[in-house]
């Protein structure tokens, strides 16, 4: 299971740093790529960001290019998405997500294969 944490209430031009953490123990991140996506209200669901396992699988949406950057812990436990400069239009719940099925990030944004979500942690950004 993955849980989301982090969000909260900023200012325009202001940081957050949401967290992707997995359960059970012995649970590791490290086995499939982790993508967030984000949905806001009365909007469809977007793909934010993705990681794979390998070196240079990484895939930002133009929106978030150059602000957002996705980390993973050494213990393979956590991945988070530092979240940067952040605008008014990126309010939204942002959720992680994994699978078996998601072998790499070639298929990101689209979330088939993605069997694993959280449960969500809602992002508000003040003008």
């Known amino acids: 299971q993955l849980a989301e944490s982090g969000g909260g209430l900023v200012q325009t031009g202001g940081s957050l740093r949401l967290s992707c953490a997995a359960s059970?123990?012995?649970?590791?991140?490290?086995?499939?790529?982790v993508a967030w996506f984000r949905q806001a209200p009365g909007k469809e669901r977007e793909g934010v960001a993705c990681?794979?396992?390998?070196?240079?699988?990484?895939y930002y949406s133009d929106s978030v290019k150059g602000r957002f950057t996705m980390v993973r812990d050494n213990a393979g436990k956590s991945v988070y998405l530092q979240m940067n400069s952040l605008r008014p239009e990126d309010t939204a719940v942002y959720y992680c997500a994994n699978g078996r099925a998601y072998s790499d990030c070639s298929a990101f944004p689209s979330a088939d294969g993605l069997g694993n979500w959280g449960n969500g942690t809602p992002v508000t950004v003040s003008s």
């Open positions: 059970p123990p012995g649970y590791t991140l490290d086995y499939y790529p």
């Open positions: 990681m794979g396992r390998g070196d240079g699988d990484e």
